[in-house]
């Protein structure tokens, strides 16, 4: 089982990211996902999640209206869109594969390896 996350990179404030959450060994229709991110000396902390179902989405405060989680099953695969990014969004973004969602990293069992996305001011 691996999750693989991709897509950070450098980037201007007021600019856009999509980070990529790939599976091998695992569906990832079959479980709720979860982004987090870790900034340099803070601690892990959640971003944003999406149940199996796909119906509801949760979104920390600090980005709410800006990303947006979403599926592509037949890919399996699961997407973060970043959108108006901030310096604060600095941080390696993680995404996390668990049976149920929430806002905790104890909710998740599978974790990829972590992407970092930069935020130039």
């Known amino acids: 089982v691996q999750l693989q996350a991709s897509g950070g990179g450098l980037v201007q404030a007021g600019g856009s990211l999509r980070l990529s959450c790939a599976a091998s060994g695992l569906t990832l229709s079959s479980y709720a996902i979860g982004w987090f991110r870790q900034a340099p000396g803070k601690e892990r902390e959640f971003v944003a999640a999406?149940?199996?179902?796909?119906?509801?989405?949760n979104y920390a405060d600090s980005v709410k209206g800006r990303f947006t989680i979403s599926r592509d099953n037949a890919k399996n695969t699961v997407y973060l869109q970043m959108n108006s990014l901030k310096p604060e969004d600095t941080a390696v973004y993680y995404c996390?594969?668990?049976?149920?969602?929430?806002?905790?990293?104890?909710?998740?069992?599978?974790w990829g390896q972590g992407t970092l996305v930069t935020v130039s001011s």
């Open positions: 996390a594969a668990g049976r149920a969602s929430g806002v905790n990293s104890y909710a998740y069992t599978y």
């Open positions: 999406v149940t199996r179902s796909s119906i509801t989405t």
